[in-house]
Every structure is written in C-alpha cells, then in structure tokens.
C-alpha cells in the first residue's frame, strides 16, 4: 500500500521503517507467492500492473479490517493508547491547536496524537483510505457519507488596511466588497469559497493575479504594510496586538459564520477517545462560540 500510494520504493521504505532492499525484497516475495507482477517497475513513477491494482484494493480492505479488529478491543478496554491520527483544515489549526493541544498532551501522555494540516476533501479521502481518524473541518455540503460533530460555531471578520476606503467603516457590507483588492486564498480552500457565496465576489483579482496560494497570516501581513481587505476567523482576534486588533472590521448583521465539525467515518469504533477529543476541544473555545443562540449570523 505505501509503494502504491508513494509511488517510490525509496520513501515507502521509508514510510514503512524498513530499509528499500527488504521492502523490495518482500515484495518480491509475495509477486511470486502469487505468480504474478504487482507493480511495473520499468515505469516511473512506479505504477500497479492491471492484476496489482485488484491485489491493491484486496491489500487495503484487509488492513482496514485488521486494524478494525485492533481497535474494536482498545474500545473495550476504554483505552487511551494508540495513535490517533487527525486532519485539521490550514485555516482552523493555527488558531485552534494551541488552545488545547499543549495540555492534551500533558494530562495523557499515554495519546499519541498527531496533526496534519490540510484541505477538506483530502481528508474525506484519508479517512476513507484509514490514514485518519478524524478531521476538523468546517461543515460544508458533500460530507453525508461521513459523521459530524458540532466543535464550535465561528464568525468571519474583515481585516482592513488603514489607508483603504472601507477602513472608516464601523461594519462592512458585502455590497463594500469590490474585489480589486481583496486578498482571499486559492480554489479549493472552503474558508475562500464560504465567503465568495457569501459576499457574493465573483472574483478577487488583485490577489490571484499578484499572490498564488498564500496563507491568512500572509495576506494579514500585506494588509499591515499596505492596501486592500482581508479575511480572518474569530479564533485569530485573541491572537492579535493592540496595533492589529484595530485593523479589525465586524460584518454588519447577517454575520457570516462557518460550522467547525469533528468528522469521522460512520464505523469509527475508537469512542471513548473521540469524546475525549471532542471534550478538550469545546472546553478551548470561548463559550459564546459553542452555539448559535444570539448571533447575527448567516451560515456559510
């Protein structure tokens, strides 16, 4: 499975903890067990043979249920041990992990948890293929194959430069928006296209044309030293100076507001420690966040 998804001998080794010539060897091994070639090594990258892709698809159900099984008995024993792998989306996890990853930790040395950034479809992908357990993401349509937990409900703030127009302003309106110089993430990230939907952009020209990519922390700093409009969470205002919190512009009323959500496969057997999860994480999150009760908001 790792020389398939890697598509490297070298780095699936690697992956796997064992040095090339035995994972090479290994392989080997099983292709004449079964009298037949898994992968075509003539071709680069390495690529399955039409016979090892089904060999593949049996490889991977097999792991699953082997880990399953595993699982299944950890749950039993209501156990804490073990690694948890969870995704966390790039606009959620600068802002979220630090508030209750560092005491996680402390009080359960026993967890192994491990953090990976990134987009919500590769992680719908990875909990599928078993290389997560779970995902915070923010609630968007296409994930009714997967459960989703309510973490916390969080609004969307403007982020303006001192010499802009719309800086004057007490509340932004979508209508404000033009687009010239808005700098918004690329396609694909849900927090860029949340606020497209919302604000109505059909474009933000300045920031695709002059920044491919980037990050909110970049576009804050270019809205620092210069002109145009950002973006930022709720979760990123208690991390800012004096100096930024001015630069802070509240939507006027309805406020738009993403759903974040705890995401896991229906089959997911590890309870015990997703409540404990889901429990620090909540328990991180100021309590006006944990509901929608009072806010003028229109979820996006």
Known sequence: MAVYRLKHFAKAADYCGVTQPTLSSMIQKLEDELGMRIFDRHRQPIQPTQAGLKVIEQAWKVLLRARKLKDTVEEERRSLTGTFNIGVLPTVAPYLIPRFFPQLMREH???????????????????????????????????????????????????????????????????????ELLWLLDEGHCFRDQLVKFCQLKSAVRSKRSYHLGSIETFMRIVEHGRGVTFIPQLAIPQL????????????????????????????????????FYDYVRNAVPEEMLTLNGVRQSKV
Do not use: N, W
């Not at 040395?109 to 987009?119: L, N, S």
């Open 241 to 276: 100076t004096d100096e930024q919190l001015v630069l802070v512009k509240p939507f006027a009323a309805p406020v738009p507001t993403r759903e974040i959500v705890l995401m896991t496969s229906p089959g997911f057997i590890r309870l015990t420690l997703l409540r404990l």
């Open 109 to 179: 040395p026993e967890m192994d948890v491990r953090v990976t950034e990134m987009k919500t479809e590769e992680m719908r992908r990875a909990i599928r293929h078993g290389d997560l357990d779970a995902g915070i993401v923010a609630r968007v349509d296409g994930l009714d194959d997967m459960t989703c937990q309510t973490l916390y409900y969080e609004q969307f703030f403007a982020y303006v430069a001192k010499d802009d127009d719309l800086y004057g302003k007490e509340y932004i309106r979508p209508s404000d928006l033009s687009g």
